[in-house]
């Protein structure tokens, strides 16, 4: 190649540099940024070429909890990094992502599908609320009649009180629901503080019902990074599904456990199971299999998971029981409680 035709590249490639939306810049074997594109200066705000890749993270980049696999910078946008060596000499190429648009256009369609499924849920909802409501009505008007036996009074406001929880399950579930694409301040929890947080929330409820509530605390306590108001509410509902599903004197059970990268707390019972046909749709918002219910309760539980970059798995048997195991990562930290 002849240096004019070497030149002539050479300015291509800068041109080609230049244009590119995503930040490009080299490190000589020292860590000394060799060449830098004007978008890797505009996306960390400074002049790069002869600065120190380590000063520039210095600088320039402000990781917070929740980046996952995004850094943020001290602008608030959030990059992605793609590093690879250079050969044959030494040295890297870092790539820089700008996610802020992925990220706005995700929330943009985050909200139309939940804004979709909202139509859809208030119109199914008029229907589904009348009928507790009304019942809650009748209830409560007979409880009014002054001659009322008492074995009837105590009937009366038992139902008065399902009917009202049914409404407020439902309420919860559509607030969840149209909560659950929001971004949600996070906190450092402790797995069994979390799970002793639902067992006394959801004690009196499994006394009611003569139902034998078991918590198993872990042996060794875990931190993570969550929202302890999201994860109570996910959980709680996995165990009101397993208490309304259950007859009376069985058993539910909340249990914590945990390795070396995840957590793990699962919702176990004795009940009825879950027909295999229902699985494979159990999550799906609008499908239940209840005659008074959103569908939206196992939908939401499915979304807290991810939003806390873990899953959701339900194992089940008709006649012998089902399990329902939340999987969430542990923070790579201290992780002793003290």
């Given at each position: 190649?002849?240096?004019?035709?070497?030149?002539?590249?050479?300015?291509?490639?800068?041109?080609?540099?230049?244009?590119?939306?995503?930040?490009?810049?080299?490190?000589?074997?020292?860590?000394?940024?060799?060449?830098?594109?004007?978008?890797?200066?505009?996306?960390?705000?400074?002049?790069?070429?002869?600065?120190?890749?380590?000063?520039?993270?210095?600088?320039?980049?402000?990781?917070?909890?929740?980046?996952?696999?995004?850094?943020?910078?001290?602008?608030?946008?959030?990059?992605?990094?793609?590093?690879?060596?250079?050969?044959?000499?030494?040295?890297?190429?870092?790539?820089?992502?700008?996610?802020?648009?992925?990220?706005?256009?995700?929330?943009?369609?985050?909200?139309?599908?939940r804004l979709s499924a909202m139509g859809r849920m208030v119109a199914s909802l008029a229907h589904q609320i009348r009928t507790p409501l009304s019942a809650a009505m009748l209830y409560a008007e007979n409880l009014r009649r002054d001659k009322l036996p008492s074995a009837q009074r105590e009937k009366f406001s038992r139902k008065l009180t399902d009917r009202l929880q049914d409404l407020e399950q439902q309420v919860n579930d559509m607030l969840l629901f149209a909560k659950s694409g929001e971004q949600l301040p996070v906190e450092h929890l402790f797995l069994n503080d979390v799970v002793r947080e639902v067992a006394e929330q959801v004690e009196p409820l499994a006394q009611r019902e003569s139902i034998q509530l078991?918590?198993?605390?872990?042996?060794?306590?875990?931190?993570?990074?969550?929202?302890?108001?999201?994860?109570?509410?996910?959980?709680?509902?996995?165990?009101?599904?397993?208490?309304?599903?259950?007859?009376?004197?069985?058993?539910?059970?909340?249990?914590?456990?945990?390795?070396?990268?995840?957590?793990?707390?699962?919702?176990?019972?004795?009940?009825?199971?879950?027909d295999k046909k229902d699985l494979e749709h159990i999550f799906t918002p609008f499908f239940t299999r209840k005659s008074q219910g959103t569908g939206l309760g196992l939908a939401v539980v499915k979304t807290v998971a991810k939003a806390h970059q873990g899953s959701i798995r339900v194992d089940s048997e008709v006649g012998r029981g089902t399990i329902f195991t939340l999987a969430l990562p542990v923070y790579r930290g201290n992780n002793k409680h003290e």
């Amino acid at each position: 190649m002849t240096q004019a035709a070497a030149v002539a590249q050479k300015v291509q490639m800068d041109s080609v540099l230049a244009a590119m939306p995503n930040g490009v810049l080299m490190l000589d074997s020292r860590g000394v940024i060799s060449s830098a594109n004007p978008a890797a200066e505009r996306l960390l705000g400074q002049q790069l070429n002869g600065e120190l890749w380590r000063d520039v993270i210095s600088s320039a980049f402000s990781p917070r909890e929740d980046d996952g696999h995004e850094v943020s910078l001290v602008s608030g946008q959030r990059v992605r990094l793609d590093i690879s060596s250079l050969q044959p000499d030494p040295g890297q190429l870092i790539v820089i992502t700008d996610m802020s648009e992925t990220r706005a256009l995700q929330a943009r369609v985050g909200q139309m599908q939940r804004l979709s499924a909202m139509g859809r849920m208030v119109a199914s909802l008029a229907h589904q609320i009348r009928t507790p409501l009304s019942a809650a009505m009748l209830y409560a008007e007979n409880l009014r009649r002054d001659k009322l036996p008492s074995a009837q009074r105590e009937k009366f406001s038992r139902k008065l009180t399902d009917r009202l929880q049914d409404l407020e399950q439902q309420v919860n579930d559509m607030l969840l629901f149209a909560k659950s694409g929001e971004q949600l301040p996070v906190e450092h929890l402790f797995l069994n503080d979390v799970v002793r947080e639902v067992a006394e929330q959801v004690e009196p409820l499994a006394q009611r019902e003569s139902i034998q509530l078991e918590v198993v605390i872990a042996d060794e306590d875990a931190e993570f990074i969550g929202n302890m108001s999201a994860l109570t509410s996910a959980i709680q509902n996995l165990v009101m599904n397993a208490l309304q599903a259950c007859p009376k004197n069985s058993r539910v059970g909340i249990a914590a456990s945990l390795n070396e990268e995840q957590l793990f707390i699962q919702v176990l019972d004795n009940g009825p199971g879950i027909d295999k046909k229902d699985l494979e749709h159990i999550f799906t918002p609008f499908f239940t299999r209840k005659s008074q219910g959103t569908g939206l309760g196992l939908a939401v539980v499915k979304t807290v998971a991810k939003a806390h970059q873990g899953s959701i798995r339900v194992d089940s048997e008709v006649g012998r029981g089902t399990i329902f195991t939340l999987a969430l990562p542990v923070y790579r930290g201290n992780n002793k409680h003290e």
